[in-house]
DNA sequence: GTCTATACTGAGATAGAC
DNA sequence: GTCTATCTCAGTATAGAC
């Protein structure tokens, strides 16, 4: 991991900007900026921009599949998982507030281009809504496992957008308690409703 | 009302295209292909694309306005017009599906591209806070108007987003029931911590 | 693999005729 | 108020030297 190709700069640097500035806003001439090679150079690593957004869009799942696998290789239980996944909001508060979700905000813009790697982008959104379903299974929520699952996710963009637009960090913290509250109590709630069928 | 100028025309479809494409993706072109003007005329109504977005922004302010003005002359009590704002996310799941939520994804994109309109933007998002906070003070919960209000923006703004990346119409019905109750159960849990203060 | 030079395009913006 | 013609610039992309 530590001999970095320009390729990996190039894509890293593009994550980056791409997250802060937008895909479209993002230009050539920034990325190459960042990475300290010239315009030209750039082509000989991506023909087109759409090609480097792609590389991007792959390096984020890669990335967030690694970190929940790490969470099972740390042994966080189901519950703790879920209670980590709501914490990512904390642990990113500064950038949520400056910059938003970087899954919601490039979904939504590709939507918007009408771009090809739109399917793609929601990808990212699939892995986290699968995962998130999985821990409420194995929590014995089957029959909700996917309602909440997407329920935390539309929770968790709701706060980064305006969190964002109104600067307002001590925002999150307000909405990831409530989102502890909520987790809290639906599992008590399933667990009464089985017991009353046992 | 009936009467409506060039501009007036203008400025209506900006606001469409804005919502749609994005606006950086707009081009003075879209927008004066879709009024049936030249490019260069457009420039004796507006002498920037930024002008533009001001107008847009006034707009949609205004529009928002009248629709809440409306609701109160329609006789409509505080919690029938909470109700009424949860459900506009029902009358406009069509577009809300395909293109997200106008203010959410206008505010996001603004910020990206650390546009000096973007608190005008935040503007729309101030007016439904603090129409919902005036809302559930009049239902006597002060203390939590806000928290309540804000709670209910980001819900709204994370249906919409998800709505729109799954392409899931049914979700959004989903968490709209979500939202009646939980609107509901916070009013009693309310009522019932007051009525033990009495 | 990296560079410079350059072509091409589309977008914002201006000038001036009608 | 509306048009055509034109300018300028930034952005994507290519060619070819090193």
Redesign the pocket.
Known sequence: MKNK??RDHIVEAADQLFYRQGFEHT???DIAETVH?????F???F???DEILDAVITLRIANKKAMLDQWKLDGRQPLDRIRSFIHILIANRTDIKRYGCPLGTLSTELSKLNHASQADATKLFTLFRTWLRQQFILLGLEKDADTFAMHLLARSQGVATLASAFDDEEFINQEVDQMYHWLNSSIETAASESSIHN
């Open positions: 190709t320009t230009s050539f001439s090679i010239s315009r030209g150079n082509y000989y690593h023909k087109t921009k």
